[in-house]
Structure formats: C-alpha cells, structure tokens
C-alpha cells in the first residue's frame, strides 16, 4: 500500500477490513500465532476458498506478512510492522471485542491444532531419534553446537589465549567477547595466528614465555591453555602464571592430553611429558591457589588418532 496512514481514504479501508467478523477472527488468530491456511481453516471452521479469500484482503492491505515454508504459505501478524494508526485501531478492536465467544471458541480450538501440531513433532522425533545425530550433521554440520556455546560468554570478558599457536581458537573467540590476547613464542605461529584473525580488530597478539606473560596482573575473565602443558619443562609455572593474570572470580582453562604411555607418540610431536591424570591436573590448580577444580577426561572423537584429552577448568578465588 503506497499511501500513507495519515489520509482518510486508508482509513476508511481499514475500518472496512475490520468490519468483517471473519477477517477479526483471523486477525485474532494470526496476532497470536503463525499459521497456515489449513491450519486456519480447522480453527474458524471455514472451507479454504473463503479463508483464502480473507487472507488476500488483509494482504492486500498490510495487515499480515506471509513467508513460505515447502509447498504451505503462513501468516502472522506483527503488530510492530502495522502503520502506527493502524495498530492503534487493531488494538482497540481486539481489546472492544475480547468478551466475544466466537473468539474464545476460536482459541479452544486454536490450542487443540497446536496440541496436534506438537504430536506431530513429537512422533517425528521419536522415529528419528536413533539416527539423529547424523541426520542433523549431514543437515547442518557439526560447528553450530560449537557457535552456540561460545555464544553463552558474557560479551564484556577479555580472555588470554597462552600458547595461541596458529590463531584458530583466538578467531573463534574474538566474535563473541570484548577482547582476545594471543600469547605464543614462536614468531611463526604468531605470522600464522595473524592471518587467521586479521578481521578482528579485537585481538592482540604478543610474543612472550607462558612462564612470564606480557599481561597485567588481575586483567582477564578468562585464560585457556589448550594442547600447551607436554611441551613445557614446567607447567605448574605456567599454571601460576594463568592465575596471577585472572581477575578475582576469573576462570583457567586448560586442555591437554590425558596420561599415555604412547612414546613414539610423545617423541614424534616433540612433547616434553606423557600427559597428566586428572588428579595430577588438580593438583597444579590448588598449588597455583585455583579453587574449585574439575577436571574430566574428554570423549574421544571418532576420527581421533592421538591419545585421549583431558579438560581442566578452575577459578581465582574472589
């Protein structure tokens, strides 16, 4: 509709469109929830060809949004997306007529179809439930749980990285806090870490030792260390350093590999220890004075070749 709201002729059709018991009924019914013709048809017990009659008018007249899902066309209507006068008349309508019974009838049945709706759902799942896990994979990949718990950080945390290696975790970080620091020695992986994250300008990159970060005391939420302890002579070190850099309250990661006896394994990689044990983890969270430590092994991923990892998180004491 090119004209706007303030000209009396559209006000006049919207008083028109209103005047109709039936198009109130849909626009009651769409007000609360997104429907589809058949779906309205069952509510307002009318054949489809008057419904979609309806429907048209109060398209044509930018009282509903439609989109399409497969072969079905819903609609819904959004109150924030109606011209200000028109929104004022819709309202006042609907709260005039809410003591209307036909509309509680309407509701009545309403929740009967979204009751059915559901069971539908319900049995859908309860078929696809053994194989879930790799319909939703082949679907959607496997980085959107991934996303989604990243999403939970709170939004105004600065967290280090110690031992950033080539960046991967850093970028991932970076959309979803304030502030991401990369700390790594080697001026390689640095370069590496550089180009992964260049389209974040709330990164910072610094070369330095883990066992004496360039960071404040007290100046992150949260440190990670991940794949970082085997390659070190003195991880507990490392571990104080993490603590002396979080805040009060702030909280270590740590992923690394859980106790192997794989030598060729450790000596292929260049890693300094075999791994720690979950007790053994524990132990240098307490001594670098983190509290309330839990430390896990990890399930193996199917694909994994190396030894299985160990997860660690522990808190600086507030």
Same mark, same amino acid.
């Given at each position: 509709?090119n004209?706007?709201?303030?000209q009396p002729?559209a006000?006049?059709?919207?008083?028109?469109?209103l005047?109709d018991?039936t198009?109130?009924?849909?626009?009651?019914?769409?007000?609360r929830?997104e429907l589809?013709?058949?779906d309205?048809?069952?509510v307002v017990?009318m054949p489809?060809?008057?419904?979609?009659?309806?429907?048209?008018?109060?398209a &044509? /007249?930018?009282? %509903?949004i439609? *989109?399409?899902?497969a072969t079905?066309?819903l609609?819904?209507m959004?109150? +924030?997306?109606? =011209?200000?006068?028109?929104?004022d008349?819709?309202?006042?309508?609907?709260?005039r007529?809410?003591?209307?019974?036909?509309?509680?009838? &309407? /509701?009545?049945? %309403?929740?009967? *179809?979204?009751?059915e709706?559901a069971?539908?759902?319900?049995a859908f799942? +309860?078929?696809? =439930?053994?194989?879930?896990?790799?319909?939703?994979?082949e679907?959607y990949?496997?980085?959107?749980?991934?996303?989604?718990?990243l999403?939970?950080l709170p939004?105004?945390?600065?967290?280090a990285?110690?031992?950033?290696?080539?960046g991967?975790l850093?970028?991932d970080?970076?959309?979803n806090?304030?502030?991401?620091v990369?700390?790594d020695?080697s001026?390689?992986?640095?370069?590496?870490?550089?180009?992964q994250t260049?389209g974040f300008?709330?990164v910072e990159?610094?070369q330095g030792q883990?066992?004496a970060a360039?960071?404040?005391?007290?100046?992150?939420?949260?440190?990670?260390?991940?794949l970082?302890?085997t390659?070190?002579?003195?991880?507990?070190?490392?571990?104080?350093?993490?603590a002396?850099?979080?805040?009060?309250?702030?909280?270590?990661?740590?992923?690394?590999l859980?106790?192997?006896?794989?030598d060729?394994f450790?000596?292929?990689?260049g890693?300094r220890?075999m791994g720690?044990?979950?007790?053994?983890l524990?132990?240098?969270?307490?001594d670098?004075?983190?509290?309330?430590a839990?430390?896990?092994s990890?399930k193996p991923?199917p694909?994994?070749?190396?030894?299985?990892?160990?997860?660690?998180t522990?808190?600086?004491?507030?």
């Open positions: 509709m004209r706007t709201d303030t002729d006000m006049l059709r919207w008083l028109a469109t005047a018991a198009r109130v009924r849909l626009l009651r019914l769409l007000d929830q589809g013709v058949s309205l048809c069952g017990q489809q060809s008057t419904v979609s009659r309806h429907l048209k008018v109060l &044509d /007249e930018s009282w %509903l439609s *989109r399409r899902q079905t066309n609609y819904r959004v109150l +924030d997306e109606l =011209a200000p006068a028109q929104r008349l819709w309202v006042l309508t609907r709260d007529m809410a003591d209307w019974a036909t509309l509680a009838q &309407d /509701e009545v049945r %309403l929740a009967a *179809r979204l009751a709706r069971g539908d759902t319900a799942f +309860d078929d696809a =439930a053994s194989g879930w896990d790799k319909t939703r994979s679907l990949g496997d980085t959107f749980g991934h996303e989604a718990l999403g939970l939004s105004d945390w600065t967290v990285d110690f031992g950033c290696g080539t991967t850093a970028a970080l970076a959309p806090v304030q502030r991401v990369g700390i020695n001026p390689a992986m640095l370069e590496a870490a550089a180009t260049q300008d709330n990159l610094k883990l066992t360039p960071l404040d005391d007290a100046s992150c939420d949260a440190v990670l260390c991940v970082v302890l390659y070190l002579d003195d991880p507990a070190a490392v571990l104080a350093e993490m002396r850099v979080l805040k009060p309250g702030g909280k270590a990661v740590v992923v690394d859980m106790l192997h006896d794989r060729d450790r000596r292929s990689l890693q220890s720690f044990t979950p007790e053994s524990g132990r240098f969270f307490a670098a004075g983190l509290t309330h839990n430390c896990r990890l991923a694909e994994a070749k190396g030894p299985t990892l160990l997860l660690g522990a808190e600086r004491p507030r």
